[in-house]
């Protein structure tokens, strides 16, 4: 049996990410996701098209809680996290992770995919080529799909 690779997976449903280049805006991110609440994910492009980072939900909503109120709230967080979100005001300011271990390529496979969300705890990743390019997103719902569709393995009947 075959294990099943990403490529057989990413496409099932369209897609929930947005790539922007890493010096947008964080009020037009945060304004693009108002408007389109399907987004899951924000992706950031350096200046050759590269995935260059993610930005978080979570980190998006402590910075858009400290542009509202001055502080963290609930959340604690260290002195340099105040002032990352204090002096935050473009994507990459925010974002986390690079192409060459956040995101996976079609040929990886799903274990790999899962594994991937789970250390990094995102539902959602960056499928890339090989040059760090982003080709779309891979979503745990989509994998779940392919599981159930197999019977719960990862692999394929015979």
Do not use: C
Not at 139 to 155: C, H, N, P, Y
């Amino acid at each position: 049996m075959k294990p099943i690779l990403v490529e057989e997976v990413y496409q099932l449903s369209d897609p929930a990410s947005i790539s922007v280049p890493e010096w947008t805006s964080l009020k037009e991110v945060a304004t693009r996701l108002a408007r389109e609440p399907e987004l899951r994910a924000v992706f950031l492009l350096d200046s050759h098209q590269r995935f260059a980072g993610t930005i978080r939900r979570a980190d998006l909503l402590k910075w858009l809680y400290f542009q509202l109120f001055g502080k963290l709230g609930e959340a604690k967080g260290s002195t340099g996290e105040i002032l990352r979100l204090a002096f935050a005001t473009k994507a990459k300011d925010l974002a986390r992770g690079d192409w060459s271990y956040f995101g996976v390529k079609p040929s990886d496979t799903i274990q790999t995919a899962l594994e991937r969300m789970i250390a990094y705890g995102d539902a959602i990743i960056p499928v890339l080529d090989n040059e760090g390019k982003v080709l779309g997103d891979l979503r745990v719902t989509e994998i779940l799909m392919k599981a159930l569709e197999f019977g719960g393995t990862d692999q394929p009947p015979d």
